[in-house]
């Protein structure tokens, strides 16, 4: 009993910026193609007082995203799927790289298990699953799991007011140049290439004159939406200032980053602009110049010289190109 007002009088005091307040129930989602083994699981967590999904009730792995889970329980029991080949999946995936993985082994199983404990997943916990063993795991992937949600949402909140631009909500010059600056340095120590797409709105400043300056700001941001969803997680996407755009691109070698300024280019000629708020729809291109870092000498300076210099190639060609 005496436990029990003291977590009541810790959910009364409960305020989510607070580091020490962290016991609140989780999301759950368990994945075991055995289902009365998922429901069993799903029962002990509910109990717990946690939320939790199997497989089957979301219909698939497709909804997890929506769901918003903090945990995976996964089983290795399974012959249906790879239960190691998820996990690292999980991890590499930037959409679910964050979600916690808690193993359900069999005990004769260990190795495996440990080599998913190698691909990423929190902790195992070996079968016959009991409760008490599995809410105290959970508890602990829990509080962790919040903790970082608490410094990422920092970390963003303090990035919004330094380096992200307000219009597109794509990273500002003042981050432009310091990831070019460190992607510049590590280029050099270990000699892997980086490339810049350097993209400025072909004849802009007559969409401005003729459908105004708001109609204008609903094309860049339209832009910006086109850059982002045609450009991998790991390239970052800039607006340094006015129509222009820069989209670094790390590990990547000159042949590639041309090949994926042209799918840019392309995804934003493709189909037309809607302005007034999808009253009316126009036609925007854009002209891009590529240039790709070359040598250990070589300077923001240079690079950007570079693709400067074929971004006006493109433009004196006609508009609506990728140079490099
Ligand atoms: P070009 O094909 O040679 O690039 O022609 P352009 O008309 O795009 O080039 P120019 O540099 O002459 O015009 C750029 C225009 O972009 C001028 C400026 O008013 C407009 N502009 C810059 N920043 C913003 C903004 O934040 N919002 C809007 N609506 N317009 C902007
Ligand atoms: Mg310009
Ligand atoms: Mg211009
Ligand atoms: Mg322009």
Do not use: W
């Not at 005091?13 to 069993?40: C, E, G």
């Not at 012959?79 to 590499?92: E, G, P, T, V």
């Not at 949402?153 to 460190?182: A, W």
């Not at 910006?224 to 045609?230: C, G, M, P, V």
Request: proline share 3%; net charge neutral; hydrophobic share 40%.
């Amino acid at each position: 009993l005496r436990q029990r007002q003291a977590s009541g009088l810790r959910a009364g005091v409960d305020n989510s910026d607070s580091v020490s307040v962290q016991d609140k129930p989780a999301r759950l989602f368990v994945v075991d193609d055995n289902q009365r083994m998922a429901t069993r699981i799903a029962d002990m967590l509910k109990a717990g007082g946690h939320s939790a999904f199997t497989l089957h009730e979301a219909g698939g792995m497709t909804g997890l995203n929506e769901l918003g889970v903090d945990i995976l329980v996964l089983s290795m029991l399974s012959d249906r799927y790879d239960a190691l080949k998820l996990c690292a999946h999980f991890k590499m995936n930037e959409a679910t790289r964050a979600i916690s993985i808690l193993l359900i082994s069999d005990p004769e199983d260990r190795q495996r298990a440990g080599r998913g404990l190698d691909l990423g997943a929190s902790d195992v916990i070996f079968t016959p699953v009991d409760k008490q063993e599995l809410l105290a795991r959970v508890r602990t992937q829990a509080r962790r799991s919040r903790y970082i949600e608490m410094l990422r949402e920092r970390v963003d909140r303090g990035l919004e007011l330094s380096v992200i631009d307000q219009l597109t909500g794509l990273y500002n010059r003042r981050y432009m140049n310091n990831q070019l600056e460190q992607l510049l340095q590590r280029s050099k120590m270990g000699g892997r290439p980086v490339s810049v797409m350097m993209a400025d709105i072909d004849h802009f400043k007559s969409v401005n004159d003729t459908y105004g300056h708001d109609a204008g700001d609903e094309v860049l941001q339209e832009v910006a939406k086109r850059l982002k969803t045609n450009s991998r997680v790991m390239d970052v996407v800039c607006r340094p200032g006015g129509e222009e755009f820069m989209v670094i691109m790390p590990e990547t070698p000159g042949g590639l980053a041309c090949a994926a300024a042209e799918r840019i280019r392309l995804a934003v000629a493709a189909s037309p602009f809607k302005i007034y708020g999808g009253a009316k729809e126009i036609t925007i291109t854009l002209s891009a110049g590529v240039s790709t870092v070359n040598g250990p000498s070589d300077t923001i300076a240079d690079l950007t010289k570079r693709a400067d210099t074929a971004l006006y190639q493109a433009k004196s060609a006609g508009r609506n190109r990728v140079e490099s």
